[in-house]
């Protein structure tokens, strides 16, 4: 059973950058499609970016300019470059494996989460 672990997160000001990173124990999500999603109380886990067993990138439209995802398959591990933070990007980030080869941007079509990282941008 593949675990999924984020670190990384944290309290920065409005335009700084973080780097979050997932790693992955307990057997091998290398093939597989990884995401990174986020959540603020009371909303829907939000599709931030994704990557495929094949290394096809996608993001969100509010990530594309700002938000760069990397993978290393060898290591087990993605990260997720957060630039030019913004207050409302303020969400604990999830990051998720599915099996299979799409990159859903649903959360309810993955089955592997990890415990979620903070990420605070004070304005």
């Known amino acids: 059973q593949v675990q999924l672990v984020e670190s990384g997160g944290g309290l920065v000001e409005a335009g700084g950058t973080l780097r979050l990173t997932c790693e992955a124990s307990?057997?091998?999500?290398?093939?597989?499609?990884m995401s990174w999603f986020r959540q603020t109380p009371g909303k829907e886990r939000e599709f931030v970016a994704g990557?495929?067993?094949?290394?096809?990138?996608y993001y969100s439209d509010f990530a594309k300019d700002r938000f760069a995802l990397s993978r290393d398959r060898a290591k087990d591990t993605t990260w997720l470059q957060l630039n030019r933070l913004k207050p409302e990007d303020t969400a604990v980030y999830y990051c998720a494996a599915r099996v299979g080869n799409t990159v859903p941007t649903t959360a309810n079509a993955y089955d592997t989460w990890g415990q979620g990282t903070q990420v605070t941008v004070s304005s």
């Open positions: 990557v495929s067993g094949k290394f096809s990138y």
């Open positions: 307990g057997g091998t999500s290398s093939g597989f499609p």
